[in-house]
């Protein structure tokens, strides 16, 4: 019997790079990469750009959404619109090839340089199908919800949101988690041109991050951002993406 796809989630505070190392991970597998910033309501995206924080009213959709556009792009219907030649690159296009228009959405949000990677590999044996998608995940909860399992949320006025686990799974769920000191992540931050991440919604972000750890919680990798004294000095970009492509290769090998 064939393996679950799997949806590795590239995730951390704002400033660690899931993009990249999102983007470097989907390329070296040859498997499509989505950021998951694209994914985000109109409400959200005008939220932060305002400098405010987003609760987990706001975040619950949000992830629904990322796990809803893996397992689109994962689906039989899905792998022969990611493997058509040329690349979808207009709705129509897509559309033409999908079985929704939710997948033909799904797929304009996938990065072009890893639809590339996957036909430059197209003859490389796969062990299964896989999506990565780069996001902030801070709450265990919000991970227990990308894995399609239950998941509880006490919003500030005191409701109960419950999201319930899925009924038949249709991925297995991983994590790469981007650790980062509040001064590297800051410094990176700030080097961002045009983000509209704040250093406020900085500090927001990791007094609600709930960091996992390799021991504690399943399908997570740790890759550490610094080094040095006080891990504050960066370590290079192709060490950080090598690191996190190696940690990988147990679930995609």
């Known amino acids: 019997m064939a ?21 470097g991970i989907a390329q070296a597998y040859g498997v499509p990469f989505v950021d998951g910033d694209d994914l ?9 750009s305002a400098g405010n924080p987003l609760n987990d009213e706001d975040r619950i959709p949000w992830l629904h959404k990322i796990r809803e556009t893996a397992i689109l792009l994962t689906t039989s219907n899905g ?5 058509r030649d040329p690349a979808p690159l207009s709705p129509s296009e897509a559309d033409s090839a999908a079985a929704s228009h939710e997948l033909a959405a799904a797929l304009q949000h996938i990065a072009p340089a890893s639809l590339n990677a996957r036909r430059e590999r197209k003859d490389a044996p796969r062990a299964r199908e896989a999506c990565v998608i780069a996001c902030s995940a801070l709450k265990g909860s919000y991970r227990a919800l990308l ?11 005191g409701r109960e949101i419950v999201s319930e686990k899925e009924g038949t799974p249709m991925l297995e769920t991983y994590f790469v ?16 041109a045009g983000h509209f991440m ?6 927001s972000q990791l007094a609600t991050l709930e960091p996992p750890s390799e021991a504690g919680e399943p399908g997570v990798a740790v890759v550490n951002l610094g080094q040095g004294q006080e891990e504050v000095e960066e370590r290079g970009k192709e060490a950080v993406i090598g690191e996190a492509v190696e940690k990988s290769r147990k679930w995609l090998a």
């Open 40 to 48: 985000h309501p109109a409400a959200n995206v005008a939220k932060m």
């Open 198 to 203: 704040k250093a406020s919604m900085l500090d």
């Open 79 to 83: 792998l022969a619109a990611l493997d």
């Open 147 to 157: 894995r399609g399992e239950e998941a509880r949320f006490t919003l500030p006025d």
């Open 3 to 23: 393996p679950l796809p799997a949806l590795i989630i590239v995730m951390g505070a704002s400033g660690c790079g899931k993009s990249t190392v999102g983007l």
């Open 177 to 192: 988690y981007l650790a980062g000191t509040r001064t590297l992540l800051l410094n990176r931050m700030q080097a961002r």
